[in-house]
T-cell receptor, first 114, second 114 residues
Framework: EAAVTQSPRSKVAVTGGKVTLSCHQT?????MYWYRQDTGHGLRLIHY???????EKGDIPDGYKASRPSQENFSLILELASLSQTAVYFC?????????????FGKGTRLTVV | GDSVTQTEGLVTLTEGLPVMLNCTYQ??????LFWYVQHLNEAPKLLLK?????KRTEHQGFHATLHKSSSSFHLQKSSAQLSDSALYYC?????????????FGDGTQLVVKP
């Protein structure tokens, strides 16, 4: 069974503090994504990566950085957390070599900035 | 560029009535479409997928038919159940020229009432 593991599962951060969300996948997928989901709203792509040591900006990258040190690991970094970044964050992976590719999601990280 | 449009943000209906969630797409290269379902406090997961024109795809009581002529992939079910209440995403695989990146629509919240 393909697996994407996120840590922590929930976090309370202080405004202006640094937050790092971690993601680990055992799917052997080259593609990894970070999405943000606000209550009652859809997924919005923050950053993605299709190879280790390289990241790409998604649709809402401002205020976020990403790091892909290896194929298995993909981190999302909030250098200066703000109240508006309170949301649920999903990490995901997929295989870019085929169109017939399922995206596998982690269980999400609930981030509350106070 | 590639995009997915889900016109309804919220669909509310009574148990036993038919379900239809709309999805249209725009793409220059690929036509692999997906439906994902996200139940409350869970991660999105694949519901069904298709790339074959005019062929009905079914899973867990839901079905969808890809119509390339109208660029549509609507999700249907003959009789809604309370357990179908969830957030539904239509998604598109963007093809080899875009590293098969996945594009998600904004999602449709389905609420089924007794």
């Amino acid at each position: 069974e393909a697996a994407v593991t996120q840590s922590p599962r929930s976090k309370v951060a202080v405004t202006g503090g640094k937050v790092t969300l971690s993601c680990h996948q055992t799917n052997n997928h080259d593609y990894m994504y970070w999405y943000r989901q606000d209550t009652g709203h859809g997924l919005r792509l923050i950053h993605y990566s299709y190879v280790a040591d390289s990241t790409e900006k998604g649709d809402i990258p401002d205020g976020y950085k990403a790091s892909r040190p290896s194929q298995e690991n993909f981190s999302l970094i909030l250098e200066l957390a703000s109240l508006s970044q309170t949301a649920v964050y999903f990490c995901a992976s997929s295989d870019p070599t085929t169109e017939n590719t399922e995206v596998f999601f982690g269980k999400g990280t609930r981030l509350t900035v106070v | 560029g590639d995009s997915v449009t889900q016109t309804e943000g919220l669909v509310t209906l009574t148990e036993g009535l038919p379900v239809m969630l709309n999805c249209t797409y725009q793409t220059a290269y690929s036509t692999f479409l997906f439906w994902y379902v996200q139940h409350l406090n869970e991660a999105p997961k694949l519901l069904l997928k298709s790339s074959t024109d005019n062929k009905r795809t079914e899973h867990q009581g839901f079905h969808a038919t890809l119509h390339k002529s109208s660029s549509s992939f609507h999700l249907q079910k003959s009789s809604a159940q309370l357990s179908d209440s969830a957030l539904y995403y239509c998604a598109l695989s963007a093809g080899r020229n875009n590293n098969n990146r996945i594009f998600f629509g904004d999602g449709t919240q389905l609420v089924v009432k007794p």
